[in-house]
């Protein structure tokens, strides 16, 4: 069974940098591609970010250049570096894993974290 636990989120002021960290077990890792998304109050879901199982990497545009994600496949663990962070980068962000790229890359991954809060201060 896949599990996948968040952590790191907190508050900040804007300009201010958080690592997110997205602990999984239960499946191979090395071979699944992994995201991470963010759904703030009132809107709907959007990806931030997604991985390959071969470390290829896109963003959304709204996060180009502040934002990186990673993963250490020793240790099961995904990232989410996020620098100069906004107000509203403000949301409930969550990990996400799927053997399919498409899923991850659509927003329909089949796993999914319990979120961790991110709240940015102006």
């Not at 069974?1 to 300009?15: I, M, P, T, Y």
């Not at 100069?84 to 659509?106: F, G, H, Q, W």
């Amino acid at each position: 069974q896949v599990q996948l636990v968040e952590s790191g989120g907190g508050s900040v002021q804007a300009g201010g940098s958080l690592r997110l960290s997205c602990a999984a077990s239960g499946y191979t890792y090395s071979s699944y591609c992994m995201g991470w998304f963010r759904q703030a109050p009132g809107k709907e879901r959007e990806g931030v970010a997604a991985i390959d199982s071969d470390g290829s990497t896109i963003y959304a545009d709204s996060v180009k250049g502040r934002f990186t994600i990673s993963k250490d496949n020793a240790k099961n663990t995904l990232y989410l570096q996020m620098n100069s962070l906004k107000p509203e980068d403000t949301a409930m962000y969550y990990c996400a894993a799927d053997i399919a790229l498409l899923r991850v890359r659509n927003g329909t991954p089949r796993n999914w974290g319990q979120g961790t809060q991110v709240t940015v201060s102006s």
